[in-house]
C-alpha cells in the first residue's frame, strides 16, 4: 500500500496538468495578420465605430477574416500584407486622428481560449523580428535650459528685492554672472540666491577691482537635473510607443543618459522610426519687438534675447525666456482650418499651463508669441573631399546638428486660456505626427537614434526554426535513450519531460512572458535537469534491487531517498538563476525566467508525476521484477 496515491495527490496532478494543456494550446495556432485600432488617450471605442470601420473595409475590396471590438480596441484579421497596407492606408485617410491606428499580428487562436484569457506566449525581437534603437539624451541641453531659467528666475527675484543690477547672464563655461549696479549691495543678493535658489553655488570674483557674482549649477543639481530628463524621455517614449500600439515593447534605460528601445512584432518599422526619432521639443517664446532686428542680424543681440529661423529662412528675434513648453500640454488634435483650409493642431494645456499662458497672453495683447520646434538630428561627418570621416576602428563618424525653427509667431488677438491652435504647418501628415508627439508627451530633453538594427520577419522566422529545431532534437535523443535504457521507467520519464515543456509553455502563457532566443537555451537546459532529476531516481532503484529489497520496497525506497538531493541540486539552480534575473540584462534575463520556470515545473513532473505512473503501473500488485 505504500505505493499508493490518494485521491488529492491524482488531484492536484489533474488541477495543474489540465489547465496547463489548455494554456499552452493556443501556441499552436500561430497569428493573423491584423490591424488594431483604438482610440486616442484611452477613448473607448462604440458599437458606431465598429460599424463605420466595417464599412470602409468592405469598401476597400480587401477579403478579412473577422472585425472584432474588445475592450483594447477594435482588430480586424486580414488575408494577405497587400490587404492589410491597402486597409491600413484607407482606415487613416477616413478615420482621421480620433483613433491610433497600428499593423500588428493577432492570435489565431479560436475564441473558446480568448474568452478566458488563454493566450499564446509573446516572441522577442530576436524570434518575432521587429526594431532596436539605442537613444542617447543631450544631457548638455538639459543643463542648458535650466541656467536659461535660473537667469529669469533671478532677474526676477533682484527686482522684486529692489536689488538693481546691470547685468545677469550666462558664461559659455554654464556660470551665471551676476553685476550689481552697488556692488556694495552684493551681500545681499548673496543671501537671496542662497535663500531662494538651493539648487545654486555661488562664488564672488572680481574683474577689473569691480566685484560681481559668479553662480553655478550645484552637483547634486546637475545629478537630479538629468535624472529626471532621463526619466521624463523614458515616460514620453513610452507613451508614443503606447501610440503606435506595438505589443510588448522594452523601454529601458542603459547607463546615466542612454535609452535602450525594442519594439518586437513591429511591421511598420519605418513609421516607428519616424514617431521616435522625432526627438522633438516644442517651446513658447515671446517675440522680442522692443530691439531691433537688424542690429540683432548685424551681431549686437540684446542681452535676454536671441535669433531664430522661420520655416521660409526669415530671421525673427525671440526673448529667451521659455513660457511654457510641451511638458505642459495634455491633449492635441489635428485637424484642417475651416476658414482657409490649412492643417492645423489644436493644444489642451495642463492647469500650470492654462495659468501661464492666460497670464502671458493677458499682458502681452496685441505682440507676437512664437511656437519653437527644435530637434536634434545625426548626420556622417565629411571630409573636405566629401567623404565619411573614420575613427581608427574603421567606424564612421557621426555629428549632431541641432535644428531650432520656429513653426508660427502669430500675434495675440485675446487672452488664451485652456486651449489654442498651432498654425504654419505644411501638411495634415506633419500635423497628425506632431499632434502624436505632443499627446505623448513632451521630451524633457532632446535625444538621438545613436544605433539601429532591423530584425526581419525572414531572420526572425529563422531563429524560431533553428531554436526549436534543438530543442526537439535534444528532446527526442533524450526519450530514445531513456527508453531503451530504462525501458518502462523510461517512459514514464519521458511522459513527464513533455510534460515539463507543456507546462513551461503555459506559464509563458498565462503570465504574458516573452519568449527570446535565450530563453528558448534555458528550456533546452531544464529538459536535461528533468532528466537528470529521474536518472537519480531510477539509479537509486536500481541500487535498491541490487541489495535484494522487493521491487516495491525498491521504488518506495529509491523516490524517498534521491528526494533530498533533487530538491539541493534544483534549489541551488533556482538560487543561480534568480541572481541572474536580478542582475542580468535582457537576453541574461529571458534565459533566467525560462530555466526558473522549467526547474519549479522539472521538480513537479520529475518527482510527483513520475512516481505517480509508477504506482499507478505497479501499485497494489505482487510484483517479481521491474522493467526498469
Avoid: C
Avoid at 543690477?165 to 559659455?172: A, D, G, I
Avoid at 521660409?312 to 529667451?320: N, T, V
Avoid at 506559464?507 to 535565450?518: E, G, I
Wanted: hydrophobic letters at 45%; charged letters at 25%.
Amino acid at each position: 500500500m505504500r505505493n499508493h496515491y490518494p485521491w488529492w495527490k491524482w488531484l492536484i496532478i489533474a488541477v495543474v496538468v489540465i489547465p496547463g494543456l489548455f494554456y499552452a494550446l493556443p501556441n499552436l495556432f500561430g497569428d493573423d495578420l491584423g490591424i488594431q485600432i483604438r482610440g486616442t488617450r484611452g477613448a473607448t471605442l462604440t458599437s458606431s465605430d465598429l460599424s463605420q470601420i466595417k464599412s470602409l473595409v468592405d469598401s476597400s475590396g480587401s477579403v478579412y477574416r473577422s472585425i472584432r471590438k474588445d475592450d483594447r480596441g477594435i482588430s480586424v484579421r486580414l488575408t494577405t500584407p497587400d490587404d492589410q497596407l491597402k486597409v491600413r492606408d484607407l482606415l487613416e485617410q477616413e478615420l482621421g486622428n480620433r483613433y491610433t491606428i497600428a499593423l500588428t499580428l493577432l492570435p489565431a487562436a479560436p475564441n473558446l481560449f480568448t474568452s478566458v484569457g488563454a493566450k499564446p506566449m509573446y516572441l522577442g525581437l530576436d524570434l518575432r523580428g521587429g526594431v532596436h534603437f539605442l537613444m542617447e539624451v543631450d544631457m548638455n541641453s538639459v543643463a542648458r535650459r535650466a541656467q536659461e531659467r535660473y537667469v529669469a528666475d533671478i532677474r526676477a527675484a533682484l527686482r522684486k528685492e529692489k536689488l538693481r543690477y546691470k547685468e545677469v547672464h550666462n558664461r559659455t563655461d554654464g556660470a551665471i554672472e551676476i553685476w550689481l549696479r552697488d556692488a556694495s549691495r552684493l551681500p545681499d543678493a548673496e543671501k537671496l540666491i542662497q535663500r531662494e535658489f538651493s539648487g545654486l553655488t555661488i562664488d564672488s570674483t572680481q574683474v577689473q577691482g569691480e566685484e560681481h557674482l559668479t553662480v553655478r549649477l550645484s552637483e547634486s543639481e546637475v545629478e537630479d537635473l538629468s535624472e529626471f530628463a532621463l526619466t521624463q524621455n523614458i515616460t514620453a517614449l513610452r507613451n508614443r510607443i503606447d501610440e503606435l500600439g506595438v505589443a510588448e515593447p522594452v523601454v529601458q534605460r542603459q547607463g546615466d543618459r542612454r535609452i535602450v528601445i525594442q519594439l518586437p512584432g513591429v511591421q511598420d518599422t519605418a513609421r516607428a522610426k519616424r514617431i521616435l526619432g522625432r526627438t522633438a521639443t516644442l517651446e513658447m517664446m515671446l517675440v522680442d519687438e522692443e530691439h531691433s532686428l537688424e542690429a540683432a542680424q548685424n551681431g549686437k543681440t540684446p542681452p535676454g534675447s536671441r535669433l531664430y529661423k522661420l520655416r521660409d529662412g526669415r530671421s525673427i528675434l525671440l526673448k529667451k525666456r521659455v513660457i511654457y513648453s510641451g511638458e505642459n500640454i495634455t491633449d492635441a488634435a489635428a485637424s484642417i482650418d475651416t476658414q482657409n483650409g490649412s492643417p492645423i493642431v489644436s493644444i489642451t494645456l495642463d492647469a500650470v499651463g492654462s495659468r501661464i499662458n492666460q497670464r502671458i497672453t493677458g499682458d502681452n495683447i496685441g505682440k507676437r508669441m512664437a511656437v519653437v520646434y527644435i530637434e536634434i538630428r545625426s548626420r556622417n561627418k565629411i571630409d573636405a573631399d566629401g567623404q565619411a570621416v573614420t575613427d581608427q576602428q574603421g567606424r564612421v563618424v557621426r555629428v549632431k546638428e541641432r535644428i531650432e525653427e520656429v513653426i508660427t509667431a502669430p500675434v495675440i488677438r485675446d487672452q488664451l486660456g485652456k486651449r489654442f491652435q498651432i498654425e504654419g504647418l505644411d501638411s495634415v501628415t506633419e500635423a497628425r505626427d506632431l499632434a502624436l508627439l505632443l499627446r505623448a508627451g513632451s521630451l524633457a530633453a532632446p535625444v538621438e537614434i545613436i544605433e539601429e538594427r532591423t530584425v526581419g520577419p525572414s531572420l526572425g522566422r529563422a531563429n524560431i526554426d533553428q531554436g526549436f529545431l534543438s530543442v526537439i532534437i535534444g528532446f527526442v535523443l533524450v526519450l530514445v535513450f531513456m527508453l531503451l535504457y530504462y525501458r518502462a521507467f523510461g517512459l514514464f520519464a519521458n511522459t513527464a519531460l513533455g510534460l515539463n515543456l507543456v507546462l513551461i509553455v503555459a506559464v509563458l502563457s498565462m503570465f504574458q512572458a516573452t519568449l527570446t532566443l535565450p530563453g528558448v537555451a534555458g528550456i533546452l537546459l531544464t529538459v536535461g535537469m528533468a532528466v537528470d532529476a529521474n536518472v537519480l531516481i531510477f539509479e537509486r532503484i536500481r541500487e535498491e534491487l541490487r541489495n535484494g529489497n522487493t521491487p516495491q520496497a525498491s521504488i518506495h525506497l529509491g523516490y524517498d531517498r534521491a528526494l533530498s538531493t533533487i530538491v539541493d541540486a534544483n534549489i541551488t539552480t533556482l538560487i543561480a538563476a534568480i541572481v541572474l534575473f536580478n542582475f542580468g540584462t535582457g537576453p541574461i534575463k529571458g534565459f533566467a525566467v525560462t530555466l526558473s520556470i522549467g526547474i519549479l515545473t522539472s521538480m513537479f513532473t520529475s518527482i510527483f508525476v513520475t512516481r505517480g505512473l509508477a504506482n499507478l503501473m505497479y501499485g497494489r500488485k505482487r510484483v517479481k521484477s521491474l522493467a526498469i
